[in-house]
């Protein structure tokens, strides 16, 4: 059965949905165990498949896993599990991994200027410390969502300096997905108390309170 878009596509064939599906936020229940016990962030499902993406954690570092979704089970269900204190792990390793950091200054000479801001060549999104982007650590410049920067481009700045940005030891895939879970940890970092370690005992009192 073909399932179709809201622009009357086949959604296996829009490029619109496409770009825009690369890009949105991870859904509010991704952080999940794994059968093996390890957390795991749900990146994506897959169309027509019991299969979803995942990004799973050993602790020491992190790698892109396919499983069914079933298999993947919820945080409550795990005692004790310290959600603020895997999602600070998640945050450090993905940083590490897609290249990233996050700036606490302006990366670009014309951000605070009246030209303003630069943007994405691609799909053109502002880039600045003010709509929170995140920087490479390779160019040492501003990461788009997209998951591109200026490493692998060679151009001309609009000061008229010429710049050959360096090569990237990661796929753009893979960044975009990277910086897709550093929005996800950093939203739910700031929204969870500190030291709250959530037991299922806790979550069962709550839903009799609830009735």
Excluded: W
């Excluded at 945050?91 to 606490?104: A, S, V």
């Excluded at 053109?124 to 591109?148: A, D, I, M, N, P």
Aim: aromatic content about 8%; glycine content about 8%.
């Amino acid at each position: 059965m073909t399932v179709t878009c809201q622009h009357g596509l086949d959604v296996r064939f829009c490029l619109t949905c496409q770009q825009a599906g690369e890009t949105v936020p991870l859904r509010r229940d991704a952080l999940r165990v794994t059968e093996e016990g390890k957390p795991a962030l749900l990146l994506r499902t897959h169309l027509g498949s019991l299969e979803v993406t995942t990004l799973v954690s050993d602790g020491k570092t992190i790698r892109f896993e396919t499983m069914k979704e079933i298999s993947l089970r919820h945080p409550l269900t795990v005692i004790p599990f310290n959600q603020r204190k895997v999602l600070k792990l998640f945050l450090e390793l993905t940083l590490r991994k897609g290249y990233l950091f996050q700036p606490d200054q302006e990366l670009t000479y014309r951000e605070p200027r009246e030209e303003g801001p630069p943007r994405c060549c691609f799909d053109f999104s502002e880039l600045s410390l003010e709509k929170g982007s995140l920087g490479c650590t390779q160019c040492g410049k501003y990461v788009c969502q997209c998951g591109r920067c200026l490493c692998g481009y060679a151009g001309q700045n609009r000061r008229g300096q010429v710049f050959i940005g360096p090569p990237l030891p990661v796929s753009r895939e893979e960044r975009m997905e990277y910086i897709r879970v550093v929005r996800f940890c950093v939203d739910n970092i700031e929204r969870r108390p500190k030291a709250k370690v959530f037991q299922l005992a806790d979550f069962k009192r709550k839903s009799l309170k609830r009735r």
